[in-house]
């Protein structure tokens, strides 16, 4: 009875110091460390690419991957933990911690152009992953150019309220398969939120619970469906002393989570019958736009691959 009275104390003083959580400055050298941690993982997704490899389960041996084949036809999102190392070496992030993961999902009866428009359809996506999505919005598009803004809401324990900016780039590669690379270009809590008093805490300045966010889909037809594979690589701050045996379970929890939500909400949407709006003409790419994409892809790839998001 005692241990169980000093547990529930633990909880109860823990959870009460979280959301007084110190406001915890985006360093230069976090953000550093982490584009060097971005650059070498663009560098084997496009080798990857380069090499043929187009998803995780096709390097499987014959056995594993049938299995996983199996998994995803069921229905299941499959995900992985992820770590990208400089020669052998692991990347330190000072001040911040680094959430690499992978997932997989097969949607049945879709096809690329469906999931494309889909995709692209951002003024409508808070539809169809809310909670998480409260709102979104189509800022700007430039051919397969996209700029996105997306507030979110993060909850485990307390919940957090995100205005985020992104920078996406969609690129065909053949008539049944496409990647799109999306960017965070600004996040910012929000404080207040739904208040009167609402506001935005300053950019990098904040509880730290999300800084960066950046997402490479890969999308192919086949087998009577499409099979979407995501790549999610995050930056949060560290966790705090003190709090780690309370914080970082769900710091750590939550990226996983929300990469599974945002695939099994993909599958959902595309698998029902809301889906039938995204066969109208002019959504996604256009037929007459898929023989100039593949012979453009290798130098727009390249492109989009460097660091600062511009070409040498």
Known sequence: ???????????VCGVACVPRL?????????TAAFDRYVELSEQRMSQELGAGLFLRIESLPEAQRETAERRL???????DRLQTLDHGAPISIPHGLVHHWRGTVFIPGATLPQTVA???????QYKFYGPEVQRSKLLKRDGEHFQVFLRLRKKKVITVILNTDYDVQYTLLGP???ISDSRSTRIAEVENPGSPNEGEKPVGNDSGFLWRLNSYWRLLQRDGGVYVQVEAISLTRDIPAGLNWLISPFVTSIPKESLAFTLT???EALAGKKS???????????????SVEIREAPMRRNCDRSVNGSCA
């Open 1 to 11: 009875m005692r241990n169980r009275m000093v547990v529930i104390l633990w909880l």
């Open 265 to 267: 909400h993909t599958r």
């Open 176 to 178: 049944d398969r496409a």
């Open 22 to 30: 110190t406001a915890e400055q985006l360093r230069s050298e976090t």
């Open 118 to 124: 889909f995709l692209q359809d951002y003024d409508n």
């Open 73 to 79: 036809k069921t229905g299941e999102v499959i995900t």
């Open 276 to 290: 039938q709006r995204y066969d109208v003409e002019g959504h996604g790419f256009s037929h007459a736009a898929i």
